[in-house]
């Protein structure tokens, strides 16, 4: 006889009362009784990140937690970014960002570096590169090499930033801060003599770009800045 137990998600705004088995873990709850697939599973083991949902306003590993733990939990989803107020007609600025600045090649990771970057935006609006990589530490993407990713949480920081306030004026940007340098462009982080990835094609000679003042850079326009060679970037554990 299965034992199951009943319990409640708030899932995105939405109540659901569903019966699991107590072994159940959240991600599969998520994925196949709530059919939300948005959320991926890339490992199953705590590794890859690829499960990121925000468990009330928190970024957790869903395939490291039983859906019966999480009874009673405000889950949030990629599936309800697009209905955040602050996404207006469209999609999230987290989700533009990854569009404009090319965070994304096969995708798998993307939902997970979405939590995450929202996780990071909901708590420090206008994180320094450092911070973007801590935040994403925990999330593992095999094909990007994390370069347009940390543009693509720069760029949504900065259009959070511009949105009107509540008061109905705009929010408050301190001078010299990132997002009020930011008003030129992204450019390669750490190295601001150096050629951007916004940098117009037709002035980059084939690898001319290696000559980057140590960071990487194929030439290519929007290229993804190489293989990080990060320590933070060893798989650590967000939850
Ligand atoms: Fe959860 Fe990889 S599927 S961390
Ligand atoms: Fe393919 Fe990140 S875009 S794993």
Known sequence: MTDEREITLTVNGTEHTIEVEPRRLLVHAIREDLDMTGTHIGCDTG?????????????????MMFATQADGSEIMTVEGM???PEAGEELHPLQEGFHEEHGLQCGYC???????????LDENPD???????????GNLCRCTGYQNIVKSIEYAAEE???????????????????????????????????????DDADDSEPFE????????????????????TDAEHDGGDNV
């Not at 949902?53 to 395939?63: A, F, H, T, W, Y």
């Not at 993307?110 to 990071?120: D, E, H, I, R």
């Not at 994180?127 to 530490?137: C, Q, V």
């Open 47 to 63: 590794n890859c990140g690829a499960c990121t949902v925000l468990r009330d306003g928190e970024p957790i590993k869903s395939c």
């Open 82 to 84: 697009e209905d955040l």
């Open 110 to 120: 993307t939902p997970g570096m979405l939590m995450s970057g929202k996780a990071l």
């Open 127 to 137: 994180p320094d590169e450092g911070e973007i990589r801590d935040a994403i530490s």
């Open 160 to 198: 959070l930033a511009a949105q009107p306030a509540t008061d109905g004026g705009t929010a408050a940007v301190e001078p010299g801060s990132s997002v009020e340098a930011a008003a030129d462009g992204p450019e390669t982080a750490g190295d601001a003599d150096g050629p951007t990835a916004t």
């Open 209 to 228: 770009g290696y000559d980057v003042g140590g960071e990487f850079s194929c030439g290519a326009e929007n290229c993804c800045g190489g293989p990080s």
